[in-house]
């Protein structure tokens, strides 16, 4: 197999399995999930799940070893006006915009030490 093909290959595995402990995570910590891999043309919504009244919007990064940095620092400005954009997009189809509550929330998932980090409120909405 091409070598490209097969990191593409390998990456695409470490984000399921990354995505695949957050999720056992966050309902440890009595989130419920609601959807995952909401996918719109712009981009993608890894977790939407609500926290007590709040809908969350959850993204979350991954890596297999500390070579390039923490998980957390790749959700950077431009990732975060994609998600905000995404997330009002949601809400506006289901109706909820300016009914529900809603946060963003980071949950960094480090594969070879097997830990997880989840950042409450990461950043701000634009709703």
């Known amino acids: 197999m091409d070598e490209?093909?097969?990191?593409?290959?390998?990456?695409?595995?470490?984000?399921?399995?990354?995505e695949e402990r957050a999720v056992g995570f966050l309902q440890k910590k009595g989130y419920?999930?609601?959807?995952?891999?909401?996918?719109?043309k712009r981009g993608e919504i890894d977790i939407?799940?609500?926290?007590?009244?709040?809908?969350?919007f959850v993204e979350v990064k991954s890596r297999s070893s500390p070579s390039f940095g923490?998980?957390?620092e790749a959700v950077d400005r431009r990732k975060q006006r994609q998600l905000c954009r995404l997330a009002?997009?949601?809400?506006q189809r289901r109706g909820w915009l300016h009914r529900v509550d809603c946060r963003f929330d980071v949950v960094a998932v480090s594969l070879d030490t097997h830990e997880i980090h989840l950042i409450k409120n990461a950043f701000p909405s634009a709703y």
């Open 70 to 72: 923490v998980p957390e």
């Open 32 to 40: 419920e999930i609601l959807q995952r891999n909401v996918r719109y």
């Open 4 to 18: 490209g093909l097969e990191w593409m290959k390998n990456r695409q595995e470490s984000g399921r399995e990354g």
């Open 48 to 56: 939407i799940a609500r926290d007590g009244d709040t809908v969350v």
């Open 88 to 91: 009002l997009l949601y809400l």
